[in-house]
Each structure stands twice: as C-alpha cells, then as structure tokens.
C-alpha cells in the first residue's frame, strides 16, 4: 500500500490550499478515506473523512465549514480543499483508509505527508 500525499506549502492566514493524496495498493472506491494532520510536537489528529462513495463526509470541528474533503475514484485520489487558513493549521497532512466512524483505526501505515505552513 501506497499513500502519497502533495499540494502543501507556505500560505499566509486566509489563504487557501488543495491537496491530493494517491493510494494504491488496495481497492481504492471500496475503501473509505480520510485526513490527519501532525502538528510539530504533537499527536497526529483526524481532520476529516469521507465514505467509499463520497456520499457522505466528517469532519472534525476545529475544520468543519473552512475545509472540504472529496473524492476521484477513477484517480484512487483524495483532496482536501482547505480555505480561510489559520495558523493553527500548520502541520504535516497525512491520508489513510479508515473504517468509517472509527476513525483512529487506520487500516495501513503512514506513508508520506505533506507540510502545510501558514503564516500570520
């Protein structure tokens, strides 16, 4: 299995990113996807996560309404537009296939994140 996540970088407070994160190595439609982010010092946390279908979505409050998860089966890709960005949102971005409403429970190893740095 394969996760590669890409799109991040430097972005002063306001401003907006899209990321993408490739999986391969498993079935990608049948398996839903979700975001994390480490912040430097700190625990990976879930960001937000959305079904096999893209039917349905979550996210985690400290988001809800300034990011958007979606996503291209046909490109076994996920995107995580984030707008409105805040200082507090600067750490390394990470994808996995989760089990949906578990989604600590990851189902493959981390593979490589993408920094996101914004400035104030």
């Known amino acids: 299995v394969q996760l590669q996540a890409s799109g991040g970088g430097l972005v002063q407070a306001g401003g907006s990113l899209r990321l993408s994160c490739a999986a391969s190595?498993?079935?990608?439609?049948?398996?839903?996807m979700g975001w994390f982010r480490q912040a430097p010092g700190k625990e990976r946390l879930f960001v937000a996560a959305i079904s096999w279908s893209g039917g349905s979505t979550y996210y985690a409050d400290s988001v809800k309404g300034r990011f958007t998860i979606s996503r291209d089966n046909a490109k076994n890709t996920v995107y995580l537009q984030m707008n409105s960005l805040k200082p507090e949102d600067t750490a390394v971005y990470y994808c996995?296939?989760?089990?949906?409403?578990?989604?600590?429970?990851?189902?493959?190893?981390w593979g490589q994140g993408t920094l996101v740095t914004v400035s104030s």
């Open positions: 190595g498993r079935k990608f439609s049948t398996y839903a």
């Open positions: 996995n296939f989760v089990p949906w409403g578990n989604w600590y429970g990851v189902r493959s190893s």
